[in-house]
């Protein structure tokens, strides 16, 4: 069982990342948005979230063994599945996460 001040620190890093992608997401698809902001959030925002994928799927690599080297579980391990699953079809992210 991690510490409160542990869970805490996860829970405003997680809270952080997740306002991030709000105001992205809120910026690009809102139609009160005019063109121009979207063109400015889209030209600085997605290179940002290209390389933020980029980084975390650099650090999934497969070892020798046929081990995720930072999962440490059999390769392609959850964190590749999912981004690939995610990346080739978005709604299913509302689906996995659905308190239905």
């Given at each position: 069982?991690?510490?409160a001040a542990l869970a805490r620190a996860h829970h405003l890093l997680n809270q952080d990342?997740?306002?991030?992608?709000?105001?992205?997401?809120?910026?690009?698809?809102?139609?009160?948005?005019?063109?121009?902001?979207?063109?400015?959030?889209?030209?600085?925002?997605?290179?940002?979230?290209?390389?933020?994928?980029?980084?975390?799927?650099?650090?999934?690599?497969?070892?020798?063994?046929?081990?995720?080297?930072?999962?440490?579980?059999?390769?392609?391990?959850?964190?590749?599945?999912?981004?690939?699953?995610?990346?080739?079809?978005?709604?299913?992210?509302?689906?996995?996460?659905?308190?239905?």
């Open positions: 069982m991690i510490s990342m997740l306002g991030y992608l709000d105001t992205v997401e809120l910026l690009t698809n809102d139609q009160d948005t005019d063109e121009n902001t979207v063109l400015a959030v889209a030209r600085t925002e997605v290179p940002r979230l290209i390389a933020a994928l980029r980084g975390t799927l650099s650090a999934h690599k497969v070892d020798g063994s046929g081990l995720c080297l930072s999962c440490r579980s059999t390769w392609p391990c959850p964190v590749i599945d999912r981004a690939h699953t995610y990346l080739k079809d978005p709604d299913r992210i509302l689906d996995d996460h659905c308190p239905c």
